[in-house]
């Protein structure tokens, strides 16, 4: 009796390990992996570009609603912690500290993106935190106010159709990230997830690496 039992959990289904995740077709030659794709997509997602969001990102969204826990544990492999807030539909991975110890930095932090960006972003979250704490439960931001944060890097820059092309990319980045959402021509939408990922410490980071907070020079090649 106890031979036929070998290789059956206590519900009777051969062949499970209880508390394994369930085995996933292989998806490539030589994959060795357990998740669905989707639980994959999601956790791609979340290494990658560090967020997702229920509304634009629904496969990966809906791979993470099927197994967060599972999610939660890949993630925890990679020294990564996961927060899910499913009422707002945004899941966001960040970096876990380690004490006594340094871990190396995986997720996309602000330091991700180039010069130019990393200053555009910092406008957004402090327009985001300003506006939020004055109450306004959407906040908006006209191109003209990002161009004008952004042309103190080109004050030595006579080109200025190379600087305009500059800005609009840099602005153009932050649409396809999620992080501004274009309403009407030239007049876009501060996402709340600039709020949740990137935090006060962040920004002052950005502003102390170009001399901002002091009030230096600041010029930096944005072709980086």
Not at 58 to 81: K, N, Y
Not at 122 to 142: I, N, R
């Amino acid at each position: 009796m106890a031979d036929d039992m070998l290789g059956q959990d206590a519900s009777g289904a051969e062949g499970v390990t209880a508390g394994a995740p369930p085995k996933a077709d292989p998806l490539f030659p030589e994959d060795t992996g357990t998740c669905p794709l989707a639980v994959r997509l999601a956790i791609t997602a979340l290494v990658k570009k560090r967020y997702i969001f229920a509304e634009t990102d629904r496969v990966a969204w809906d791979g993470l609603m099927s197994a967060p826990e599972l999610v939660r544990s890949r993630l925890a492999d990679m020294l990564l912690g996961l927060r899910i807030d499913d009422v707002v539909g945004i899941a966001y991975s960040y970096q876990v500290q380690l004490e006594g110890g340094t871990v190396p930095n995986k997720v996309k932090s602000i330091s991700y993106f180039n010069n130019l960006q990393s200053l555009l972003m910092t406008q957004l979250v402090t327009k985001y935190f300003s506006a939020t704490a004055a109450g306004e439960t959407m906040v908006w931001v006209e191109g003209d106010e990002l161009r004008e944060a952004m042309e103190r890097m080109f004050e030595d820059m006579p080109d200025v159709a190379l600087a305009d092309s500059h800005m609009e990319q840099a602005i153009g980045a932050m649409v396809r990230n999620g992080y501004l959402r274009e309403v009407v021509d030239g007049r876009y939408q501060v996402m709340p997830i600039v709020g949740v990922v990137y935090g006060i410490d962040e920004i002052k980071g950005v502003l102390s690496r170009y001399g901002i907070a002091d009030g230096d020079d600041a010029q930096a090649d944005v072709r980086q």
